[in-house]
């Protein structure tokens, strides 16, 4: 390691500005007029940081990029930017699609936003905030947070504990507020030191004496406000990043139909529509008529639900065994917890196809209706008996289209188009096929003996429930907490120090804040009237 020597003969570290012996400059040389160079700054007292003093190894040039301040804020300055990207469009689990593929989300962003849509999401936007991109640069904001603060933390530390009493002259000229006697003072050194000790002790400092010298200091623990701060944040960030340890945290987003049990993701739970309701307010309870022209507003969404815990969840391949541990209705802003999971209400597709109904009539025995046909557009039943008729489906697409092949798919899981393909077979052999597409029908044969007469729908109402479970809210609050002590610490004392020394029969004077500069100016010039001493204070540029 580099090292420079002070006049004093002490030896110091390559980067150190104040010797730390006897605070003297030590870029100052053989030079009697201290000022005509610039006093080194005070930020860290003089002394040398490691990214000053160590540059050869692969881990010293790691540190010293981390330690640099300007890289942190480009770090920060470029999470910001892409967290703020994430916003233009929702978030995958923010999209209301009810049982989402990956194809599905593509459609959704290419469909909704176009070519800007399809661009997001082909950049993987659409989950940014568990990007393995995202979650590295909050890992490298936090590495710079720790490697800033040792970095800092440590030499002021070793200079704060041992604060230097009998500072050099340059060092007590150098400082921003700076006066001294104009001749030879004719005092008595040890009644003047603790006349002086005792003015600044009133005045709530720590008086420290070293012979002809004194220093008084007070708020020194103001000093670390920005350091807690520092801790803060990385306790935020920690907080932060243990929501991608599994089971740590949970943001799901699930579609629930009326009268359907399913999965709560990454948990072993499941819940329940019961019943969904949009209560809307009734004019006799508005404090004033509205003219709605035939509109309503709604008052509350209440989705009535049960959830059950999967016992065998443990269990892989095994069928579920549900047990009932909760019901109740979850409603705007009211969730549903039990113990660390909550599920909120957030979203409602209302008056949704839930199934086709039809009536199977028999064309050739003078249109007799043989029965019901009912068609789950989420989960149709691969055959039905209707009397001595059985309905089979064939092919179903909920979303019909033709693809450029030529042959039918589906655009997304979502029953917006469906199509169903149907083979109807009776008991004496005869078979048909049918094909119901946008209220009309297809047969395979010219004069069909069996027909469907369309009746009305059944429409649901589909519940969105946000689920979420957040172990790391409370390292985040706590995070939180320390750094608003630190930012109060930081913001409302300031650690003062005021040097009294004498040489050569002359009373110096000097003091340095980190803040507050009219402060301890007033403090020393109520010390210099109590002392009776002519001692004029001037206030120099920054030091």
């Known amino acids: 390691m580099d090292t420079r020597k002070c006049e004093c003969g002490h030896t110091n570290p390559i980067g150190t500005m104040l010797c730390e012996s006897c605070g003297k400059p030590v870029d100052f040389r053989d030079t009697h007029d201290a000022q005509q160079q610039a006093f080194p700054d005070m930020r860290y007292e003089g002394m040398a940081r490691r990214s000053q003093t160590y540059s050869r190894t692969i881990i010293d040039r790691i540190w010293n990029f981390f330690s640099s301040v300007k890289v942190a804020i480009y770090l920060i300055v470029i999470t910001l930017i892409a967290a703020a990207v994430g916003t233009i469009f929702p978030q995958q689990i923010y999209i209301p699609v009810p049982v989402p593929t990956e194809a599905d989300v593509a459609n959704f962003y290419a469909d909704t936003y176009g ?107 103001s000093r670390w406000g920005p350091y807690i701060n520092h801790i803060g944040l990385i306790l935020f960030l920690l907080g932060v990043l243990a929501r991608n340890i599994p089971g740590f945290h949970l943001d799901q987003f699930v579609w629930v139909r009326e009268g359907q049990t399913v999965a709560v993701p990454e948990t072993p739970y499941y819940v329940k529509n019961e019943n969904y309701q949009t209560v809307y307010w009734d004019e006799n309870e508005m404090a004033q008529n509205l003219d709605l022209q035939g509109k309503v507003i709604p008052k509350t969404y209440r989705t009535d639900a049960i959830l059950y815990l999967n016992k065998n969840a443990d269990l892989p391949g095994a069928e579920p065994d549900l047990v009932e541990i909760q019901k109740g209705p979850i409603v705007v802003n009211h969730p549903m917890v039990y113990e660390d999971l909550a599920l909120y209400q957030s979203g409602v597709r209302e008056m949704e196809l839930g199934a086709l109904n039809f009536v199977l009539i028999d064309s050739k025995a003078g249109n007799k209706a043989l029965g019901n046909l009912k068609l789950d557009l989420y989960s149709p039943q691969t055959e039905q008996q209707i009397g001595n008729v059985k309905v089979r489906v064939i092919e179903y697409f909920p979303d019909f289209i033709m693809g450029t092949d030529g042959k039918p798919a589906t655009k997304s899981n979502q029953p917006q188009n469906p199509m169903f393909a149907l083979e109807i077979s009776a008991d004496n052999g005869t078979k048909e096929k049918l094909v119901y597409l946008q209220g009309g029908f297809i047969s395979d044969t010219e004069n069909p003996r069996y027909a469907l007469d369309i009746k009305m729908p059944d429409l649901i109402d589909i519940t969105g429930l946000m689920v979420r479970k957040d172990k790391a809210v409370p390292f985040i609050y706590f995070g939180a907490f320390i750094f608003m002590v630190g930012v109060v610490m930081g913001s409302y004392w300031q650690h003062r120090r005021i040097w009294v020394h004498r040489e050569d029969q002359r009373i110096l004077m000097a003091g340095h804040t980190n803040k507050n500069w009219f402060g301890i100016r007033r403090e020393m010039e109520h010390v210099i009237k109590a002392l009776e001493i002519p001692i004029l204070i001037q206030e120099k540029g920054k030091s």
């Not at 995202?134 to 530390?157: E, K, Q, W």
């Not at 007590?172 to 001749?183: A, I």
């Open 115 to 221: 070519k800007l849509g399809e661009v997001y999401y082909l950049l993987g936007f659409h989950n940014l905030y568990s990007s393995w991109w995202f979650v590295l640069l909050l890992v490298m904001i936090g590495t710079s947070l720790v490697i800033c603060s040792l970095d800092r933390i440590i030499p002021l530390y070793k200079a704060l504990s041992k604060p230097r009493v009998n500072q050099h002259r340059s060092f007590l000229t150098g400082q921003r507020l700076f006066g001294e006697t104009s001749s030879e003072a004719a005092v008595d050194t040890e009644a003047f030191m603790t006349k002086a000790a005792e003015q600044l002790g009133k005045k709530g400092y720590r008086i420290y004496r070293e012979g002809d010298s004194l220093m008084a200091e007070k708020a020194r623990f």
